[in-house]
């Protein structure tokens, strides 16, 4: 019956099916994997240890008839006297009177309900007529939408059980089974929906979560050979000695992170399929060079390159550094949405008959009439789940170019390798060398004199300083109320050498450019702000950041925020004011810190959040697993990436019988569909 509708069990009337519907339940089959989302265990619980009106379950013997009163319409009241130990416990059993014939004198029971110490009366929920032992001590508790209630699940997963169980078909080859030692499917699902005992239950648990991550992992790795497979002429061919020449006269070494993300990146680019890469690396770990790197190599093999930003000030400042490092090589041409009329047709021309070797623009770039000659490379920068349309825009564009990936925003591992699991990722994960971290301190209220006066010593030494003030959330009025409150208070404060400032959203992108260059030349030295502060603000010689109600931001946020200090080679610091009441709050003071590895940060903040919350509802592509976590189950994660990746690269679903279910399995799936472009 497994691929039948679920109305052909005998029970399930039209109101049961739409209800079923709800829980994505149409065939009797899905009923089998609909797994409980919880278990409860029970646990016999001595009497003297039971808290009043805990729930908790005891054993006893029936020591007296029980005796039922009826009362109101079809209401009753069932009374027995159960024999715990030294103690007669009264049970009272609400409208089960029928459990009357059960209940005879001298049978040992299992009762659990809520207990009230001063009567020694349990109110019974659940009823064994057995033992503890006997008793079946695990419940497993399952979703339920509308009217359907916890009983009839399990009554419909039970007739499921019984119908379609042995028409389920295995889909792990025999080899998985024996090298992880994990049950069969059939008995994995009987097991998870009647645990016989823990440990056959965790068995169970560990099956799923293998094969969850396991398909969902060869999934990833199908798209990326699919994407990768389309190579319509992007692979580089160029002078080595030019591109060495480049790289040996910047102004520094790179790094050995730089050096090994930029061998990753230049494998693709020579290669000829095609490059689908995500390049991971904090605020200030030098990633725009790396662009710099392939987008020169882009031109020298005769290829135009473009680099996407989210927003035109940052368009603008790109152009600016790469026309400082490849000015003289390459003609580079800037294209926003503020570019218009005669300016922007002239660009469009040059871009189209192949003058222009590098273009900077937000996304307009690559979309409307913009015709490149020969597109070889695009580079985008700082957007998360971009992926995906853009790739679509490209190729409706009839354009097949390498296509590079750059975020500041440290992703813990376990999310880049299931959000961007059909994307090969590079990672710097190293600061070039001489800058000192940001020295960072958790102080609370009583503090701010010394603070205070710290700030005065800093700015007196000639440098400068932020102070960020609380966010309050859903209120952009108290938001900056607060802001203009903190700027008072040290305007009084500070002495009159000392010029205090002060940003906030509300202020016209005029004031705030006016406010910024004042800080950017020192004629500001202390800087209110709330957190708008705009993105890329770039002052060396601020070495002080004060963030007050620090325990309202998340871990990243602030980790954010402190990239802005620390930029220059004056030792600079973090002032963290907080008074966090929950263990999580302390426990992100705590972290801050400690460390400032923007990785090490990320992955706390996983710990913390969960995965769901990480990059925000919705936007994190992630996929919704029924057994498996990825913070829990990290472990398991990584093996099942290990084990896709070998089946790929061993062409086992091409040309091995005991992969085929497997691979109609992935084949039929819509998200190959939305995520394979050709
Ligand atoms: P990101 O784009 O990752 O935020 P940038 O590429 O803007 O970082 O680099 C930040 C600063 O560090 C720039 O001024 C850059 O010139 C400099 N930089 C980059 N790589 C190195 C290096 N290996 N050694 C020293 N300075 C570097
Ligand atoms: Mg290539």
Not at 100 to 118: A, C, E, P, Y
Not at 132 to 160: C, D, M, R, W
Not at 580 to 606: A, C, I, Q, W, Y
Request: glycine share 6%.
């Amino acid at each position: 019956m497994l691929n039948e509708p679920v109305n052909q069990i005998p029970s399930v009337g039209d109101k049961t099916e739409e209800q079923l519907a709800m829980l994505d339940i149409t065939k009797v089959g899905d009923l089998l994997f609909h797994f409980p989302f919880r278990y409860d265990f029970l646990e016999l619980k001595p009497l003297e240890e039971i808290a009043h009106e805990e729930v908790a379950t005891i054993q006893g013997e029936v020591v007296s008839e029980p005796n039922v009163s009826f009362y109101g319409k079809k209401k009753s009241r069932l009374n027995c006297t159960i024999q715990v130990g030294v103690v007669a416990v009264k049970a009272v059993f609400f409208n089960q009177a029928f459990l009357k014939d059960q209940l005879q004198v001298g049978q040992t029971v299992t009762l659990t309900g809520k207990w009230d110490m001063h009567r020694l009366q349990m109110t019974v929920h659940k009823f064994h007529r057995q033992s503890f032992e006997e008793a079946n001590s695990i419940e497993p508790v399952y979703h339920t939408k509308g009217k359907l209630t916890l009983g009839q699940v399990k009554k419909l997963i039970n007739y499921a059980l019984k119908s379609s169980l042995e028409e389920v078909d295995e889909i792990l080859p025999e080899k998985y089974l024996h090298n992880y030692k994990i049950p069969q499917r059939q008995t994995a699902i009987k097991e998870l929906h009647q645990p016989s005992s823990k440990a056959r239950l965790k068995h169970a648990r560990r099956r799923f979560i293998y094969e969850e991550l396991f398909l969902f992992q060869l999934k990833m790795q199908y798209i990326r050979r699919e994407n990768k497979a389309q190579s319509i002429g992007t692979h580089k061919e160029y002078d080595q000695d030019q591109l060495k020449d480049f790289v040996s006269r910047l102004p520094f070494e790179l790094t050995s992170s730089q050096k090994r993300v930029l061998k990753e990146i230049m494998d693709d680019l020579k290669s000829a399929s095609r490059m689908n890469r995500l390049l991971q690396g904090d605020v200030g770990s030098g990633k725009t060079v790396i662009a710099a790197i392939a987008l020169y190599t882009t031109a020298l093999s005769g290829q135009q390159g473009a680099l996407m930003v989210p927003t035109e000030i940052l368009a603008e400042q790109h152009e600016e550094s790469l026309n400082e490092l490849l000015g003289d090589k390459l003609k580079v041409a800037l294209l926003t949405g503020s570019i218009k009329g005669k300016k922007r047709q002239d660009i469009l021309t040059r871009l189209e008959n192949g003058e222009i070797d590098l273009l900077v623009g937000t996304h307009a770039l690559i979309q409307d009439d913009t015709l490149f000659n020969q597109l070889g490379l695009v580079i985008i920068d700082e957007q998360h789940r971009f992926g995906v349309s853009q790739r679509k825009t490209l190729r409706d564009k009839g354009l097949t170019p390498d296509v590079l990936f750059m975020t500041a925003t440290p992703i813990p591992r376990t999310l880049s390798i299931t959000s961007f699991g059909d994307m090969d990722v590079s990672v710097i994960d190293e600061m070039p060398k001489g800058r000192l971290p940001v020295e960072t301190y958790w102080v609370k209220e009583n503090m701010i004199e010394r603070i205070h006066q710290f700030l005065i010593e800093q700015i007196n030494k000639g440098h400068q300083a932020y102070v960020i003030c609380p966010l309050i959330e859903e209120s952009d009025q108290l938001d900056i109320q607060n802001a203009v409150d903190v700027f008072e208070e040290l305007n009084d404060i500070m002495p009159e050498s000392i010029k205090v400032g002060l940003m906030h959203g509300r202020l016209s992108a005029q004031e705030k450019e006016e406010l910024m260059r004042q800080f950017a030349e020192n004629e500001v030295q202390l800087l209110v702000s709330t957190t708008v502060i705009e993105v890329g603000v770039n002052v060396p010689n601020a070495t002080t950041m004060v963030i007050y109600d620090a325990e309202r931001f998340g871990l990243a946020q602030l980790h954010q925020l402190r990239g802005r200090v620390g930029r220059g080679s004056e030792q600079s610091y973090c002032i963290l004011l907080a008074d966090p009441k929950s263990e999580n709050g302390k426990e992100r003071m705590r972290v801050m810190t400690e460390t400032t590895d923007g990785f090490e940060l990320s992955e706390h903040d996983l710990q913390i959040r969960g995965p769901g919350d990480f990059f925000g509802k919705r936007q994190s592509g992630l996929p919704e697993f029924k057994v498996a976590n990825i913070v829990d189950d990290y472990r398991a994660l990584e093996v099942a990436r290990q084990d896709a990746v070998n089946v790929m690269n061993d062409r086992k679903l091409e040309e091995d019988s005991e992969y085929a279910r497997i691979k109609s399995l992935i084949e039929s799936d819509p998200l190959i569909q939305e995520r394979i472009f050709d």
